[in-house]
């Protein structure tokens, strides 16, 4: 399966852009295969600089000497989405401990509380299955929204709307599982359904709990299911606002974006629009 993702930014008059730093590479622990990857910047005439940052994700850093009335971004990656035995499922990152601060909560409101009360509840020898039990909760108490602003509500906010979008219920879970002492962490990237019609592709956001023995273990919060091989994760972090996948500074001006995927498969082609931008 190919994957072509364009974010395209229009100005109104020649702008000046800062530093602009892009997180739309997938990195080397990626569950899922990745067969090839390609980024095109536009227009001509900038500078690119792969990096990692704290946690490990790939950045480009792409800077231009002049000004633009433009900016696009094209991503093209071939991803072997092939299922795997349960046995054979790889690990995400790191199995040894990771730092304390993934397991460093905010305070905890009355809703939250009261959730967590029925989370502490739930018993299990497999400390996989506890979780995807908590994970379930979360996905049949909180109906999945789109909501097209930018930002996160609070876990607080998320439980009493009782609604939310995926960022917004992964924030809820990794709440609760750092008040319960288990590290957890946010993920940016590319959920990709080739079953789901003509095959749909989305930004999206889960989360990522640390499992002793197993390491990195993706959890979807909207479906209340584990991540599978079409989770392909593009950034992770402590935080939410840590993994948006363009961010930079620029002129005061009037800007419109426009983001769009197309899927191929076998000689065939769909194009799905991104509804929910996560962080964009």
């Known amino acids: 399966m190919t994957l072509?993702?364009?974010?395209?930014?229009?100005?109104?008059?020649?702008?000046?852009?800062?530093?602009?730093?892009?997180?739309?590479?997938?990195?080397?622990?990626?569950?899922?295969?990745?067969?090839?990857?390609?980024?095109?910047?536009?227009?001509?005439?900038?500078?690119?600089?792969?990096?990692?940052?704290?946690?490990?994700?790939?950045?480009?850093?792409?800077?231009?000497?002049?000004?633009?009335?433009?900016?696009?971004?094209?991503?093209?990656?071939?991803?072997?989405?092939?299922?795997?035995?349960p046995g054979l499922r790889p690990r995400t990152g790191a199995l040894g401990s990771p730092p304390a601060a993934f397991t460093q909560p905010l305070p905890a409101g009355p809703h939250l509380r009261a959730f967590l009360a029925d989370a502490m509840a739930i018993h299990d020898p497999d400390p996989v299955a506890r979780l995807v039990a908590i994970n379930r909760m979360i996905a049949t108490r909180i109906a999945y929204r789109t909501r097209m602003e930018t930002g996160v509500w609070e876990a607080e906010e998320t439980l009493a709307r009782q609604t939310g979008s995926c960022r917004d219920s992964a924030w809820l879970f990794i709440q609760v599982l750092r008040h319960m002492g288990i590290a957890a962490r946010f993920v940016s990237g590319y959920l990709i359904q080739p079953d789901a019609g003509d095959a749909a592709c989305d930004l999206h956001a889960w989360a990522q709990a640390h499992v002793p023995g197993r390491g990195w273990v993706g959890f979807d919060t909207t479906s209340g299911l584990l991540a599978s091989q079409g989770h392909i994760p593009l950034a992770v972090a402590l935080r939410p606002e840590q993994v948006a996948p363009v961010s930079g500074l620029l002129d005061s001006c009037n800007a419109t974006l426009d983001v769009s995927m197309t899927l191929h498969r076998n000689g065939h082609h769909g194009d799905t629009k991104v509804t929910d931008p996560e962080g964009q």
């Not at 227009?43 to 950045?59: S, V």
Request: net charge positive; with cysteine.
């Open 4 to 85: 072509v993702h364009r974010t395209s930014y229009r100005y109104d008059r020649p702008v000046s852009l800062g530093p602009q730093t892009i997180r739309l590479r997938p990195d080397a622990t990626c569950p899922t295969p990745i067969a090839s990857y390609a980024m095109d910047i536009l227009p001509h005439g900038h500078q690119r600089t792969w990096r990692h940052d704290a946690f490990g994700n790939h950045e480009a850093c792409v800077t231009f000497g002049q000004k633009v009335r433009h900016f696009d971004i094209t991503v093209r990656l071939t991803a072997d989405l092939a299922p795997l035995a």
